[in-house]
């Protein structure tokens, strides 16, 4: 059974590529284009890990990451923005740094963040 990562992405160009980065890296994505999706997915699903873009259409993915946190126990949730100023707010929602990627994504580097986090 493959490894399955929920992606919350609501740029469907840049949900496209990091899918087709990651499938060819041999995960399964499931993709959610609003903060609602993702956390329906996640009440009836375990996925193994999940990549979630902080600005959403319909919640801050900061404002959902407690949520998300109860619903995929142990799981690890990576946040992703293109907007710098994200990362120095992850302390006051206790979540490490090194959990926060930067867009524009290296997708090298993406590869490497999710087989460190699923293995």
Same mark, same amino acid.
């Given at each position: 059974?493959?490894? &399955?990562?929920?992606?919350?992405?609501?740029?469907?160009?840049?949900?496209?590529?990091?899918?087709?980065?990651?499938?060819?890296? #041999?995960?399964?994505?499931?993709? /959610?284009?609003? /903060?609602?999706? #993702?956390?329906?997915?996640?009440?009836?699903?375990?996925?193994?890990?999940?990549?979630?873009?902080?600005?959403?259409?319909?919640?801050? #993915?900061?404002?959902?990451?407690?949520?998300?946190?109860?619903?995929?126990?142990?799981?690890?949730?990576?946040?992703?923005? !293109?907007?710098?100023?994200?990362?120095?707010?992850? !302390?006051?929602?206790?979540?490490?740094?090194?959990?926060?990627?930067?867009?524009?994504?290296?997708?090298?580097?993406? !590869?490497?963040?999710?087989?460190?986090? &699923?293995?």
């Amino acid at each position: 059974m493959p490894t &399955t990562i929920l992606m919350i992405e609501d740029d469907i160009r840049v949900s496209e590529l990091l899918t087709i980065v990651l499938e060819r890296q #041999g995960y399964e994505v499931i993709p /959610a284009y609003t /903060a609602s999706e #993702g956390l329906d997915y996640a009440r009836h699903n375990k996925p193994n890990l999940v990549l979630m873009d902080i600005m959403l259409p319909d919640q801050n #993915g900061l404002d959902t990451y407690p949520f998300l946190v109860q619903l995929v126990e142990n799981t690890p949730i990576l946040l992703m923005s !293109a907007n710098r100023t994200y990362r120095d707010s992850l !302390a006051h929602y206790n979540i490490d740094d090194s959990m926060f990627l930067e867009k524009p994504i290296n997708v090298m580097t993406l !590869a490497n963040v999710v087989r460190h986090y &699923t293995n």
